[in-house]
């Protein structure tokens, strides 16, 4: 099965791929982890995405296609993949059809997690961070033993400027924005299929399943 997964930042879109890739036993391949990659190898375009980065611009999509084009050349995406994190325009999601077309392949889903925007708000604007350790709480969902302390050595937890309620408001809208023709570009083939991103993975990890026909 071949599937893109779509969702807004806080959706759980990472632990979804994680879970349905196993339960299909299909590769997960993140946008992230192919940069980490070809950059660990020291390939030519790990070198282009560095100097991208490095320079803070964004990476074009020719750079993109071509990692996802020579990632889908491996042999163990022959029982199908799940790609998180690209396409991320309607023009990679062409590219992406013409390489599935080249290879005699074709995507079966493009599964796109939805969440009111107020709740991922509430979700992220709850975090809190341990700047010693790292460790993440939630003052609701996952609150430390003891309010505002790290439970590992008592250090005052703090929010980061990326968790504070504007900002993930204003991370979301941009994200609706940049995400709506991607969308509409799947909805007019006729294989977007959206799924609840509320309740625990695993609920949201069954109402998927069910979604693409396959039962536990
Ligand atoms: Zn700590």
Do not use: W
């Amino acid at each position: 099965m071949i599937l893109i997964l779509l969702g807004p930042p806080g959706a759980g879109k990472g632990t979804q791929a994680k879970l349905l890739a196993s339960e299909l036993r299909v590769p997960h391949i993140s946008t992230g982890d192919m940069f980490r990659d070809h950059k660990a190898r020291g390939t030519e375009l790990g070198k282009t995405v560095d100097a991208i980065m490095a320079s803070g611009g964004l990476v074009p999509d020719d750079v993109t296609n071509a990692m996802v084009k020579d990632r889908l050349a491996r042999p163990d995406v022959g029982g199908g993949f799940i790609l998180d994190g690209y396409p991320r325009t309607a023009a990679q999601a062409a590219y992406l059809d013409q390489l599935l077309v080249a290879m005699g392949r074709k995507l079966d889903r493009a599964v796109s997690y939805e969440i009111a925007q107020e709740l991922l708000v509430d979700r992220m604007s709850g975090r809190r961070s341990c700047p010693k350790c790292g460790a993440v709480y939630h003052v609701t969902a996952n609150p430390p033993r003891q309010a505002g302390t790290c439970d590992r050595e008592g250090t005052p937890l703090v929010q980061r400027d990326d968790d504070k309620a504007e900002t993930v408001a204003r991370r979301l809208t941009e994200y609706e924005a940049k995400t709506a023709p991607l969308k509409r570009y799947y909805s007019e083939q006729g294989s977007l299929s959206e799924v609840p991103g509320t309740g625990t993975p695993d609920q949201v990890l069954a109402t998927a399943l069910r979604v693409l026909g396959r039962t536990r």
